[in-house]
């Protein structure tokens, strides 16, 4: 291509990527107004953990978020000084304020719970008893407040039922809440996933049962994950190959894999504040990557070429390949926080996370089985359009990428 030719269809491209920033504006800011609460959308997520105590009591510890946890018991027991004194040590970020204002208001936060969490054996009901002491602690940036309850079954049996309704969607604080279970109960030890559809969880439910729900909860994850589907349709908007974009989903689903097992499991720990903005910056990297690429070229609709090097990958290939790891080892990191799960190593633990990691990879193959067909069937059938349409998912995924970023990075 002539010099000339290079300077034309970089001028076409600037005047595309200026008239994509007007079009895109909109919806940056949306994108960026949801992620200010969280990029997984309005959701929460309860950490239980349960275990057989002394005289058929269970021992329950308790990991709700703090925030949404003064503001649903206050509304449900019509308790307005418990609003007041806790969301203002909330707003101090205030550590003992907060644990403070629980335990002022002690009744209030129990009957909330109770009648939300519930443990059972043998179909009757076991109270729970909370002695009004509760600590601080943090997940995904967010304060959580952890109580320990003591549930006494007057009649215990071989098999309990435990049931979450937590933070339901009726109250209209947030949609989605899921409780993350772990158990050591009745010989057996595990985890399951509760959520609206499935709020009860027995421990004589099958293996088969407790593995689909974590598959659910994986599919689900990935789906309601806006920043995980923006990052994947930056891999899929710079591959212009079937090829690439194999090579690229299988490093981005080794790497998250590695991670999400070691961190779920508590082998590797790495604090949000620093996971969630390079996950923000890694969406940007990936899709300006390609936009470099077009800018670089200068050309309408440039077709990559595959030099000959290993896997048919030249040189550039290789680099975004191993930029895609590195970033797909960060996400790992996002996709563990999910969970929460502090548990010991246990094979009954594994099976859970590779199933919950299986559930992820469905939904990765069939957004790639959808998109990038579609992508490469505009682009052959109507290059300039193609070229335009690529460029403007990119840059869109870039500037949202970027404005994840700072917000992430200044707390916002």
Do not use: K
Request: with cysteine.
């Amino acid at each position: 291509m002539t010099h000339c030719a290079r300077r034309r269809g970089r001028s076409a491209l600037t005047t595309v990527l200026a008239l994509a920033v007007l079009a895109i504006a909109p919806l940056v800011t949306l994108m960026s107004g949801v992620s200010a609460a969280s990029a997984h959308g309005f959701t929460s997520v309860v950490y239980a953990d349960i275990r057989a105590g002394e005289s058929g009591h269970v021992e329950v510890e308790l990991q709700l978020e703090y925030d949404l946890l003064v503001v649903s018991a206050a509304d449900a027991e019509d308790d307005d000084p418990l609003f007041q004194d806790g969301t203002a040590a909330f707003e101090a970020m205030d550590p003992d304020a907060e644990t403070a204002a629980l335990s002022a208001h002690r009744d209030t936060v129990l009957a909330y719970i109770a009648d939300r969490f519930t443990v059972t054996s043998g179909g009757a009901p076991c109270p729970a008893a909370w002695d009004g002491t509760a600590s601080m602690t943090e997940r995904d940036g967010a304060p959580y407040a952890v109580l320990m309850l003591d549930a006494a079954c007057e009649a215990p049996t071989s098999a309990h039922d435990v049931t979450s309704t937590l933070f339901a969607d009726d109250e209209g604080y947030v949609t989605g809440t899921t409780t993350i279970l772990t158990y050591d109960l009745d010989l057996q030890t595990g985890s399951a996933a509760l959520d609206a559809s499935q709020p009860s969880f027995s421990t004589e439910q099958s293996l088969g049962e407790r593995l689909w729900e974590f598959f659910v909860l994986g599919a689900e994850h990935l789906i309601t994950g806006i920043d995980h589907i923006l990052f994947l349709l930056a891999l899929i908007v710079g591959s212009r190959r079937l090829r690439e974009v194999v090579l690229a989903a299988t490093a981005f689903t080794i790497a998250h894999s590695v991670t999400f097992v070691l961190a779920a499991t508590g082998v590797v720990t790495l604090p949000a504040l620093i996971v969630e903005p390079i996950i923000a910056l890694s969406i940007a990297i990936v899709a300006a990557w390609h936009l470099w690429g077009m800018w670089r070229r200068g050309d309408v609709a440039p077709e990559l070429t595959l030099r000959s090097g290993p896997l048919g990958l030249d040189r550039a290939g290789w680099i975004r390949l191993g930029i895609v790891f590195l970033f797909g080892l960060i996400h790992g990191m996002g996709f563990a926080s999910a969970l929460g799960i502090d548990e010991p190593w246990s094979w009954a633990l594994l099976g859970s996370l590779l199933v919950f990691n299986v559930g992820i990879e469905a939904v990765q193959i069939a957004v790639i089985a959808i998109v990038f067909p579609l992508l490469t069937l505009l682009r052959r059938r109507m290059p300039r359009i193609g070229m335009w349409a690529s460029g403007l998912l990119a840059l869109a995924v870039t500037v949202t990428g970027l404005v994840w970023f700072v917000q992430r990075v200044l707390g916002l």
